[in-house]
C-alpha cells in the first residue's frame, strides 16, 4: 500500500515538473510571436487590414483623337457622365436599376441589354450602365447615391465623329469591350475600335488605364479616395487625309453610291478615300439597336460595305493604259501601228461591239486610248494573249492587296491568277479547261472576270503619273513613302501613255473633256464605262433603250482615273460610280470638283 502511494507521489512530481518546465516556454514562446507580429510585421498587417475596407477601382484613359492632315477632328472626344454599377456592391439589384431606369428613362430593352451585361461581368469590376449623358439627367442620381450602394456617377469622355457617314469606312467606329477583349486583359467598361482607323491604330489611340484607390464603407460606398494613379491618355492619330476634299468628292457624288480615292502620287498618302452611301458611326456608341444593324444589312445599297478597298468590279477602259504597255512591251506590230475599227470585231459566230457603233476608223494605240475604242484593244488583246496581259497588270500592282492599314481588303481578280475560275465561266458543263479568245479580248478591255478595286486604280494612276513607283497607301500624315515595286518601263512607252492620256482631257474628241475642259489644273485621265447586265454584244436593243427604261441596278458602272497637274503630278484619283452610267458624263465631273478644291487651298489668299 505504502508502495503505491510512494509511486503516485512520485508521478504526481513528475507532472508538475513538466508543467512548470513547460509552461514557460510555451508563454515565452507566444510572447515572442507576439512581439515578432508587434515589431517585424506591423506594416504588413497593417496593410491587409487596410485592404479590408480599401478598395481598387481602374480609371480608364481619354482616347486619342483623329484629325485629318489641316487639324480638323474626325473622331474627338466630348465630356459626358457615366453611371457605372459594381455588382458586388450592390445589395438589391432589381430595386436599383429600377430606380436608375426610371431616372434615366430606359427602355424595356435597354434594361434588358444592361442585365444581361451584368451578368457577364466579374462581380468586382464596374459595369458600364449609360454613357453620354449630362448632368442634368446624371444629378438626381448623384444626389442619392448614398442610398445606391454600388453605383457610381463618373465624369469622363465620350467619342463623337463629326462627318459620321462622311467618314465611317475610312474612321470606322467602337463599340464595348467583348469576351474576347477582356481575356486580352481589358475591362468591360472600355472601347475599342472595331473597323476602320479606330481598329488599325488602336494601340496608339487606346491610352493606358490608371487606378483609384478607395476607402469604403461596410456597405461598399465610397467614403473617400486615397491614392489615385492618372491614367494615360492615348495618342492623336493624324491622317493625311483633307476632308474638304471628302467633302468635295461627297458633294459631287451626291446620292449616288460610288467610291472616290485621292493619293498623292509620291508619298502614297491618301488625301481622300470615300465610300458612298455610309453609316453613322456615333450610333455604336451607347450600342446599336438591333433594327438599325438589320436595317442597314437588308439595305440594297449596301451602306457597310467599303467600296473603296472590299469591293472589286470590272475596271473597263481604265485598264486599256496596261494593255497598251503590254503591247509596247511585247514589240506587238499594232502596239505601234494601225487599224481599222467599224464598230465591231467578227470572231467565231458573233460580234464583239466597240462603244461606238459607228465605228472610229483608222485608230492607233494613242488614239484609241483617247476615244477609248474597243476594237483596237480587242486585237491587241488577242495579238499579245492573256498571259502578256496579266503578267503587266500584276506588275503594276493589281490582282494583289495594296497593304493599306484598313481591313479587310480585296485583292481584285486576275484571270490568269485564278484559273480554277475559268471552268465555270459560261459554261453548261461542271467543269470547263479551255480558255478562250474572246476571254482575252473581253479582258483586254477590262471586262469579263477581270476586277479591281477603287483604290488599286488610283494606286496604278499614280504609279503612272510617278514612272512606275507601285506604292504603299499611307493614312498617317507624316509617313514616308514606301515603294512596293518599281515597275521596269521603258520611259518612251510610259510617254506614250502619258500623252495619249493628256489628250483624253485636252482634247475636244477625248472621252473626258466636256466634263474637265474648265478645270484649273491641266490633268491627265482615262474614263471607263463597265458593263453590268451581260447583253448580246451585236445586238440592237441596248441602243434602243432609253436610260430611264433601263433600270437603275442594270446601268453601266462609271470610272475615271487620272492625275494632276499633267506637267508637274501631285495627285492620283480614281472615282468609282456604281450604275453610274458613263465613264466621261459621270464619274469624270467627280474629279473635276475634286481638283476645284485642291486648286482653290493652293491659291494665295487675299
Known amino acids: 500500500m505504502r508502495k503505491n502511494q510512494l509511486e503516485s507521489r512520485q508521478r504526481f512530481d513528475l507532472r508538475m515538473l513538466f508543467f512548470f518546465a513547460v509552461t514557460p516556454l510555451l508563454l515565452g514562446g507566444l510572447m515572442l510571436h507576439l512581439l515578432q507580429l508587434q515589431w517585424t510585421q506591423h506594416e504588413k498587417l497593417a496593410l491587409q487590414a487596410n485592404e479590408n475596407r480599401l478598395n481598387i477601382v ?28 459594381i ?37 468586382d469590376r464596374p459595369v458600364l450602365l449609360d454613357d453620354k449623358l449630362q448632368w442634368l439627367q446624371v444629378s438626381p442620381i448623384a444626389a442619392r447615391l448614398h442610398h445606391l450602394s454600388g453605383i457610381d456617377v463618373e465624369a469622363g469622355s465620350y467619342r463623337y465623329y463629326p462627318y459620321a457617314e462622311l467618314t465611317s469606312h475610312l474612321i470606322g467606329y467602337l463599340s464595348l469591350a467583348r469576351k474576347s477583349d477582356l481575356d486580352n486583359g481589358f475591362l468591360s467598361t472600355e472601347f475599342i475600335g472595331r473597323t476602320g482607323v479606330e481598329k488599325s491604330f488602336e494601340t496608339y489611340l487606346h491610352g ?13 460606398r465610397r467614403i473617400a479616395v486615397i491614392k489615385r494613379t492618372p491614367s494615360i491618355m492615348g495618342q492623336q492619330v493624324k491622317l493625311a487625309l483633307d476632308i474638304d476634299v471628302q467633302k468635295a468628292a461627297s458633294e459631287a457624288l451626291g446620292e449616288r453610291t460610288g467610291a472616290v480615292v485621292v493619293m498623292d502620287v509620291e508619298t502614297g498618302q491618301i488625301i481622300s478615300m470615300l465610300s458612298q452611301p455610309g453609316y453613322d458611326t456615333n450610333r455604336f456608341i451607347t450600342g446599336l439597336e438591333t433594327e438599325q444593324w438589320q436595317e442597314w444589312l437588308n439595305n440594297p445599297d449596301k451602306p457597310l460595305l467599303n467600296r473603296a478597298t472590299q469591293a472589286a468590279y470590272p475596271p473597263a477602259s481604265t485598264f486599256k493604259m496596261l494593255t497598251g504597255l503590254a503591247g509596247l512591251g511585247q514589240q506587238a506590230t499594232l502596239a505601234t501601228g494601225h487599224t481599222q475599227c467599224p464598230g465591231y470585231l467578227e470572231l467565231a459566230d458573233r460580234n464583239l461591239r466597240c462603244w461606238k457603233r459607228t465605228g472610229h476608223g483608222d485608230v492607233s494605240l494613242h488614239s484609241a486610248l483617247v476615244h477609248s475604242c474597243d476594237v483596237y484593244f480587242y486585237k491587241l488583246g488577242d495579238q499579245i494573249g492573256m498571259g502578256a496581259i496579266s503578267d503587266e497588270a500584276q506588275k503594276w500592282g493589281l490582282g494583289e492587296k ?12 486576275i484571270p490568269a491568277l485564278r484559273p480554277n475560275m475559268m471552268a465555270a465561266m459560261n459554261s453548261s458543263s461542271s467543269r470547263r479547261k479551255h480558255w478562250f479568245r474572246g476571254e482575252t479580248m473581253i479582258t483586254a478591255i477590262g471586262q469579263g472576270q477581270l476586277t479591281t478595286t477603287t483604290l488599286q486604280i488610283a494606286r496604278l494612276a499614280a504609279a503612272i503619273a510617278n514612272g512606275g513607283k507601285v506604292l504603299k497607301p499611307q493614312l498617317l500624315a507624316d509617313s514616308e513613302s514606301e515603294l512596293m515595286h518599281q515597275v521596269d518601263v521603258k520611259p518612251a512607252h510610259l510617254n506614250m501613255i502619258h500623252n495619249a492620256m ?7 474628241g ?15 485621265g482615262k474614263t471607263g464605262t463597265a458593263q453590268v447586265v451581260k447583253m448580246a454584244q451585236d445586238d440592237d436593243k441596248k441602243g434602243k433603250l432609253t436610260a430611264q427604261q433601263v433600270l437603275k441596278r442594270h446601268k453601266d458602272h462609271a ?48
Do not use: C
Open 58 to 85: 481602374p480609371v480608364l484613359p481619354v482616347r486619342g483623337e483623329i484629325t485629318d492632315a489641316n487639324g480638323k477632328g474626325l473622331a474627338v472626344n466630348k465630356i459626358a457622365y457615366r453611371v457605372l454599377l
Open 87 to 123: 455588382p458586388e456592391r450592390v445589395k438589391k439589384l432589381d430595386e436599383t436599376l429600377a430606380t436608375l431606369a426610371d431616372a434615366l428613362q430606359w427602355s424595356e430593352r435597354k434594361q434588358s441589354q444592361i442585365l444581361k451585361r451584368i451578368k457577364s461581368s466579374r462581380p
Open 208 to 220: 493606358t488605364p490608371g487606378s483609384q484607390q478607395e476607402e469604403v464603407d461596410a456597405h461598399g
Open 402 to 413: 495594296t497593304g493599306i492599314d484598313l481591313s479587310p481588303e480585296s485583292r481584285g481578280i
Open 502 to 508: 493628256r489628250d483624253v482631257v485636252a482634247t475636244p
Open 510 to 524: 477625248g472621252t473626258a473633256f466636256w466634263a474637265l475642259r474648265s478645270a484649273p489644273w491641266k490633268m491627265a
Open 559 to 606: 470610272w475615271f482615273m487620272g492625275y494632276a497637274p499633267y506637267d508637274n503630278p501631285k495627285v492620283a484619283i480614281a472615282v468609282f460610280v456604281e450604275h453610274g452610267g458613263h465613264g466621261g458624263s459621270d464619274a469624270a465631273p467627280v474629279a473635276a470638283a475634286i481638283i476645284r478644291t485642291l486648286a482653290a487651298k493652293e491659291a494665295p489668299q487675299p
